[in-house]
């Protein structure tokens, strides 16, 4: 399909659609970091939008500058060329997500080829029932039994660092270890998570790996990728089945690290879960697996990796959570606030005829609801694009659906807001906090890698994140 829509990777991330964002656009040039291109003036001296920004280069990698002249001269931007309207401002995309009843799930169809059929693409009462299907294994109690249980995983990967022998994961040399910190960690992690919560046995991790990546890279359509993710699916569900089988023989119990159960695995629940009388079928287990799978391991890696990039290049609030573990929460909320690793702008169509801030919005329209500039947005957070883990606006207590605000503090809008608020939200947050602080605990004086890590336009500067998250991160820290 041609290029027909910007946002490609954030929007393709939230909705599974491969939309092509085609070849970067060359009209628009790389400008230094907070610098927006000239794109133009109004007569009135309004800064102007040239739509072809969205599909280039520059909008990926230094997105904020132009989120702030959309956010102060565009609050509602109707992009003609590519077709949708983008939302930006804060209390703009907060009241548009809680209104489902016009700002309705994107069309049918877009993610359930390979993911199966799941909640993404539903709204109402059929949405919330989904959700609950499995809701009450990511939040509260059951987060506080699984704390020893991710505390070990944590532990585990750091451990396979010693015996690593592959130089792309780690190396040592006089008395100081590099490690790729998402080979090597961040991208195993949340996904070895995952698989405890669902309760998958030992034996299939090697292949969970596989059906994860290929199902991820699968979205979209008529490309090999996506043929290459059906297969995968369809693997997965072949597995499921027998497993299915035998945990509606023998369920399955996760335990603590003494050895007393705590509870069903995932898996187990699903197979006992009655619908209308009926019990879920292999595919709508299956389906549940590939959505947990698929919406917990990309984002909850990606907000590792942002958050220690950040931290790392201001190590004064590095220190600052070493001296108080209890700021990992703040640190979390603060990296997850600058740099969205998934989902930064929801795509919704409009049902009814609309009007916002003058512009009129017909029914059916695509509007892309932008929590990554909602996140930068200075009538909210002082100084919104500076990384600042002790700033006092920004709220990091209990997770909230309906997001906080209190005219003080508010809470970012990276896992949305609203009925369709993160369900992993708790348990990203759970484990992003405990696996990095077994980290920093396990890397004396860690720092960033300089000479390992990719640079800006200025061939000096260490490369921004934009809107896509590090893929990779380099350390290294002292062994003794
Ligand atoms: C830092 C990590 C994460 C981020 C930034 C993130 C972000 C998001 C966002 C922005 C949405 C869409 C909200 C909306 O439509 O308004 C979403 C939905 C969802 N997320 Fe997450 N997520 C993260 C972690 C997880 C984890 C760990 C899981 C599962 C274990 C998960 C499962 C889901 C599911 C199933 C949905 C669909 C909810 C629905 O449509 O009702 N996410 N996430």
Redesign the pocket.
């Known amino acids: 399909m041609e290029s027909i829509c910007p946002f490609a990777s954030t929007l393709a991330d939230?909705i599974g659609q491969e939309f092509g964002a085609g070849p970067p656009s060359g009209d628009i040039p790389l400008m230094p970091l907070g610098q927006a291109a000239d794109m133009g003036h109004a007569p009135d001296g309004t800064p102007l939008i040239d739509p072809r920004l969205f599909s280039s280069a520059e909008y990926n990698r230094n997105p904020y500058p132009y989120f702030r002249i959309l956010r102060d001269h565009y609050p509602v931007f109707h992009d003609e060329l590519h077709n949708c309207y983008y939302v930006t401002r804060f209390d703009d995309v907060k009241t548009c997500?809680n209104d489902e009843v016009v700002f309705n799930?994107v069309a049918k169809g877009a993610s359930n080829t390979v993911l199966g059929n799941?909640?993404?693409?539903?709204s109402g009462p059929e949405?919330?029932r989904?959700?609950n299907l499995?809701g009450q294994h990511?939040v509260g109690q059951a987060l506080k039994l699984r704390t020893p249980a991710i505390t070990r995983i944590a532990n585990e990967l750091i451990d396979s660092w010693d015996t690593a022998n592959d130089p792309t994961v780690c190396h040592d040399r006089n008395g100081v270890r590099s490690v790729a910190l998402g080979k090597g960690f961040a991208n195993q992690f949340?996904i070895r998570?995952?698989g405890y919560?669902l309760g998958l046995p030992d034996e299939a991790r090697g292949n969970f790996y596989f059906w994860y990546n290929a199902m991820m890279n699968g979205f979209g359509g008529a490309t090999e990728t996506h043929g290459l993710g059906l297969a995968a699916r369809q693997d997965l569900e072949d597995y499921v089945e027998e497993l299915v089988r035998v945990r509606r023989e023998r369920p399955h119990f996760l335990h603590d690290e003494a050895g007393n159960p705590i509870g069903k695995d995932i898996i187990t629940s699903l197979c006992d879960t009655r619908i209308d009388g009926d019990y879920l079928s292999t595919e709508e287990i299956t389906s549940n697996i590939a959505?947990?799978?698929?919406?917990?391991?990309e984002?909850?890696r990606?907000?590792?990796m942002n958050m220690w990039y950040l931290l790392l290049q201001h190590p004064a609030q590095l220190d600052a959570v070493r001296a108080d573990e209890s700021l990992w929460l703040a640190a979390?909320h603060e990296g997850?606030r600058c740099a969205?690793?998934?989902?930064?702008a929801?795509p919704?169509n409009t049902t009814y005829d609309i009007e916002m801030h003058g512009v009129k919005i017909p029914a059916g329209s695509l509007v892309l609801?932008v929590?990554h500039a909602a996140n930068r947005d200075d009538r909210v957070f002082r100084d919104a694009d500076s990384f600042n883990i002790l700033r006092d606006d920004l709220y990091s207590g209990k997770l909230l659906r309906s997001g906080y605000s209190d005219g003080r503090k508010s809470s970012h809008?990276?896992?949305?807001?609203?009925?369709?608020?993160?369900?992993?939200?708790w348990?990203?947050?759970q484990?992003?906090t405990l696996g990095s602080s077994v980290l920093l605990r396990r890397m004396k004086n860690v720092r960033i890698k300089h000479d390992a890590m990719p640079r800006d336009i200025d061939g000096v500067t260490l490369a921004p994140i934009g809107l896509v998250p590090m893929r990779e991160l380099w350390v290294e820290y002292d062994i003794d």
């Open positions: 939230a997500a799930t799941t909640q993404l693409e539903l949405n919330r989904r959700r499995y990511l949340p998570v995952v919560l959505l947990l799978v698929g919406g917990g391991g984002t909850t990606g907000a590792i979390f997850l969205i690793p998934a989902g930064g929801q919704k609801m929590n809008m990276s896992f949305g807001v609203g009925p369709h608020f993160c369900p992993g939200a348990i990203s947050e484990e992003a």
